[in-house]
């Protein structure tokens, strides 16, 4: 059974930093394109930014520049790292693994984490 469990979200003031964890089970992650997405109420699930499973890393614009996702393969563990946030960013933090086959498509998503940017 596959488990991607999100943590660290919470309550900020504008400018400051969090890092989100999302830890995983029944798969391993060096073996997926791993990604954050979010959702903010009223508005449909957006892409934050994806690593492959070579580590190679893309981003949304709207978060170039003040977010970072790396991965702890011994911890099958990936973050994301939010630097200088933004009212913007106020929305449930999704983790998602991504894997296609030529037999099938594997994705699979956590319950999500709640982050709120303001003062």
């Known amino acids: 059974q596959v488990q991607l469990v999100e943590s660290g979200g919470g309550l900020v003031q504008p400018g400051g930093s969090l890092r989100l964890s999302c830890a995983a089970s029944?798969?391993?992650?060096?073996?997926?394109?791993m990604g954050w997405y979010r959702q903010a109420p009223g508005k449909k699930r957006e892409l934050v930014g994806t690593t492959t499973s070579g580590g190679i890393t893309n981003y949304a614009d709207s978060v170039k520049g003040r977010f970072a996702i790396s991965r702890d393969l011994a911890q099958n563990t990936m973050y994301l790292q939010m630097n200088n946030l933004e009212p913007d960013d106020t929305a449930v933090y999704y983790c998602?693994?991504?894997?296609?086959?030529?037999?099938?498509?594997?994705?699979?998503w956590g319950q999500g984490t709640q982050v709120t940017v303001s003062s």
């Open positions: 029944g798969i391993a992650i060096s073996a997926y394109t």
């Open positions: 998602n693994a991504h894997k296609t086959t030529w037999r099938r498509t594997e994705d699979h």
